[in-house]
């Protein structure tokens, strides 16, 4: 591991305290413009996602309001919450062909996008120590009257995420602050995520608030509109 990611993950708690859980539950809300944009609000309002934290496998109980969704990078499943089969995508990033940034989509085509940036945030930055990962620091970033250290990363072809090459940016406290990535299946879309009020639960910090803009061509953000809006209530390994 790069120094910055040593530092980065000993402020989150340490790389063996995380060793010990395999499930990430977390209760929590996602909003924001990108879900009107796309005709598919308020499908993730007050969600249980739960992460497994050795494989890319994500559940949301709750979805659109009374169902639940299965994940995996190639297939998603819908069903109630009794178990009845709803609807099904097998290799659902295929979907997401010819797409640009206001293209309508479909329940799952959000389903599939939410569940694997989430599997992203709420496992970052202990994911980046995981085999396959390429770490670099590069040039510091100076906002909000910080001097923050950039790590970029290079995600194993394997990961379904936004893209293959992100940046996240870590304050003198070695927590994050901002994640920067292009939004593949959005047509290339720009996302600076920025990341906020840390809450310790079981010994990990885990940020309870993140909001996402676009970024233009200097990597300044883009204030309006606020395009994800992510609130977590509460957070369980185990």
């Known amino acids: 591991m790069s120094d910055l990611l040593t530092e980065a993950v000993e402020a989150q ?3 063996e305290r995380w060793k010990k859980f395999g499930v990430l539950e977390a209760s929590l809300s996602v909003g924001g413009r990108i879900w009107h944009f796309k005709q598919q609000p308020d499908l993730f309002d007050k969600v249980l996602f739960e992460i497994d934290l050795q494989q890319e496998r994500v559940t949301v109980d709750g979805f659109a ?3 639940r969704l299965f994940f995996t990078p190639d297939r998603l499943r819908l069903e109630t919450r009794d178990g009845t089969p709803i609807e099904s995508r097998d290799n659902p990033r295929d979907a997401f062909a010819g797409h640009v940034g206001d293209t309508p989509w479909d329940r799952l085509h959000a389903g599939y996008f939410c569940s694997y ?3 992203t945030y709420l496992s970052s930055p202990f994911l980046y120590t995981r085999k396959g990962f390429e770490t670099e620091e590069i040039d510091p970033w100076n906002e909000d009257g910080e001097t923050w250290r950039r790590l970029k ?13 992100q940046v996240t940016h870590f304050g003198p406290d070695g927590l994050m602050r901002r994640h920067d990535y292009s939004v593949d299946v959005m047509g290339g879309a720009t996302g600076a ?5 840390y809450r310790e639960f079981q010994g ?5 608030t993140r909001r996402v803009y676009a970024y233009d061509q200097n990597l300044k953000k883009v204030p ?7 609130d977590i209530d509460k957070v369980t390994l185990r």
């Open 224 to 230: 309006e509109p606020t395009l994800v809006t992510i």
């Open 153 to 165: 990363v290079t995600f194993p072809p394997s990961v379904a995420s936004h893209s293959r090459v």
């Open 193 to 197: 995520n920025y990341i906020s009020n």
């Open 13 to 15: 708690g340490g790389l």
């Open 65 to 67: 309001g009374n169902a």
């Open 204 to 208: 990990i910090k885990v940020p309870t």
């Open 117 to 119: 940036a989430l599997w």
